[in-house]
């Protein structure tokens, strides 16, 4: 059974960075596509950006496109997303999830899901 687990949330001010960790354990990370997902209250959950299994291909949603790079490291078999230049929009709880085949920024294909990581982007 995957288990999937993010760090790397905190309190940043307005043009900060921060550089969010999906790690895993159970199975093998580069079997999976990985999509990163934010939820601010009151919002529904929406797609950031996702990496496919297959050939690493990258997808952004418009809102952090530019600003955020998502890469994986098999060896640590973990997943990351570097978000630059944030903004107070960015506050919100930040998933990571996996997928057996082709990544998407829908959330309900989606199998597997981490507890999640606060980002709170605030001066």
């Known amino acids: 059974q995957l288990q999937l687990v993010e760090s790397g949330g905190g309190l940043v001010q307005p043009g900060g960075s921060l550089r969010l960790s999906c790690a895993a354990s159970?199975?093998?990370?580069?079997?999976?596509?990985i999509g990163w997902f934010r939820q601010a209250p009151g919002k529904e959950r929406e797609g950031v950006s996702y990496?496919?299994?297959?050939?690493?291909?990258?997808y952004y949603a418009d809102s952090v496109k530019g600003r955020s790079l998502i890469s994986r490291d098999n060896a640590k078999n973990t997943v990351y997303l570097q978000m630059n230049s944030l903004k107070p929009e960015d506050t919100a709880v930040y998933y990571c999830a996996a997928v057996g085949g082709t990544g998407t920024l829908h959330p309900g294909v989606y199998e597997y899901w981490g507890q999640g990581t606060q980002v709170t982007v605030s001066s």
């Open positions: 159970g199975s093998t990370l580069d079997d999976y596509s």
């Open positions: 990496i496919s299994s297959a050939d690493a291909s990258t």
